[in-house]
């Protein structure tokens, strides 16, 4: 059996003002997955992925990240979870100021002590790391300039890149082409399919776009009212389970 990277177990979450966002949500991602989560807005894949890493705190069930239990980690167990655990945003969120290059050595932070990497002193190694990254996501011309004057695809594959820097072994993408043409979305979803395919790394990418869904994941898992409804292949995924999903009350 391949190695299982991430667990849930019922895990659930009901925000201080009463809304449950997540019911019982109980997964198994195993190493090298590709999972795409999709549903309509407002069913809970936001929370889900945030409470991967503890953004949100589940009020109930379990995480078992590579055998830890994330829930009771606290301090520097909690950080060095954080650290295995790659993000890309829907805006980027970037230093827009800072070189390309600047940007995705912030992915190595939680690696340095924190004066020198407050300070941007960054090794030669570093550096160069940082450079043969940018190679692999297609902007090693873009090395120095700065983040802003990319294009949103291009800023977007340095999200990608920052995020790799960090040597994840899980990579969680929150709605990473919610902002880029259809064109550039194409274009990021190969490249971020690509690095994780290259770094055996394991992924979990909400999506709006049942069809990029579709096509770049390995696995689909439909939310709706907080509840997986649905979790199978790109071909399981009928249009009317489609249908379900997104139109049925
Ligand atoms: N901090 C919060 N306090 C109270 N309710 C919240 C909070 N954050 C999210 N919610 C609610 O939790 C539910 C799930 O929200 P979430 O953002 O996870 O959905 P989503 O599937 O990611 O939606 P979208 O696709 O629109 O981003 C929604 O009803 C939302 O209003």
Redesign the pocket.
């Known amino acids: 059996m391949s190695e299982v990277v991430l667990e849930t177990k019922d895990l659930s979450?009901v925000?201080?003002?009463g809304?449950?966002?997540?019911k019982n949500v109980t997964l198994t991602i195993k190493k090298g997955e590709l999972v795409s989560?999709i549903?309509?807005?407002?069913?809970?894949?936001?929370?889900?992925?945030?409470s991967l890493n503890m953004l949100?705190k589940p009020t109930d069930g379990q995480i078992v990240f590579e055998g830890e239990n994330v829930l009771k980690a606290r301090g520097k167990q909690l950080r060095q979870i954080r650290r295995r655990i790659g993000m890309v945003f829907q805006h980027f969120n970037l230093i827009k100021r800072s070189p390309t290059y600047q940007n995705v050595l912030h992915g190595r932070l939680g690696y340095m002590p924190s004066l020198k990497g407050g300070l941007g002193r960054f090794s030669e190694e570093d550096t160069r790391q940082a450079l043969e990254i940018l190679r692999r996501v297609g902007l090693e011309d873009q090395a120095f300039k700065r983040a802003d004057e990319l294009s949103g695809g291009q800023q977007q594959r340095v999200g990608i890149a920052r995020a790799i820097a960090q040597t994840p072994s899980l990579l969680l993408a929150?709605?990473p082409i919610a902002s880029l043409d259809p064109s550039s979305s194409e274009n990021v979803m190969t490249y971020l399919k690509n690095v994780c395919q290259e770094d055996g790394l394991t992924s979990i990418v909400?999506l709006?776009q049942v069809d990029f869904a579709k096509k770049f994941a390995h696995r689909i898992i439909g939310?709706k009212a907080?509840e997986v409804v649905f979790d199978g292949s790109p071909k399981e995924l009928t249009e009317g389970i489609t249908n379900h999903l997104y139109y049925s009350k």
Do not use: C, V
């Open positions: 979450m925000f201080p003002d809304t449950q966002a997540l989560i549903g309509p807005s407002g069913a809970g894949k936001s929370t889900f992925m945030r949100n929150d709605e909400n709006h939310i907080g």
